[in-house]
């Protein structure tokens, strides 16, 4: 069992930068798989980035590469996605998810645990 606790959404102006954390109960943390996903208002879930297990590998959606970076650290069971060069367009609920294997997935219905979700507003 893995509780996902997201913080650090907030309010910002385009352009601005955030990031979030989402930090991990248990002490299993380094076998899975994590992910941040978002919701904007009436509009389905979708992927934003994953990190394997290790954090060696990464992934990011088209939408926000080169502009959001997605990390863990193992040791204090948490994973950050650091988003930079924001957009109205990414104005959504962001929600880290957590999947059992190495590497993480683009489709939700693979993911195990869910957190809360934060709020990501920006502004024009």
């Known amino acids: 069992q893995v509780q996902l606790v997201e913080s650090g959404g907030g309010l910002v102006q385009a352009g601005g930068s955030l990031r979030l954390s989402c930090a991990a109960s248990g002490r299993t943390f380094s076998s899975y798989a994590m992910g941040w996903f978002r919701q904007a208002p009436g509009k389905g879930r979708e992927f934003v980035a994953g990190?394997?297990?290790?954090?060696?590998?990464?992934y990011g959606a088209d939408s926000v590469k080169g502009r959001f970076t997605i990390s863990r650290d193992n040791a204090k069971n948490t994973v950050y996605l650091q988003m930079n060069s924001l957009k109205p367009e990414d104005t959504a609920v962001y929600y880290c998810?957590?999947?059992?294997?190495?590497?993480?997935?683009?489709?939700?219905?693979?993911?195990?645990?869910w957190g809360q979700g934060t709020q990501v507003t920006v502004s024009s």
């Open positions: 998810a957590a999947r059992v294997g190495w590497a993480p997935t683009g489709e939700e219905y693979e993911y195990d645990y």
């Open positions: 990190v394997s297990w290790s954090g060696g590998s990464t």
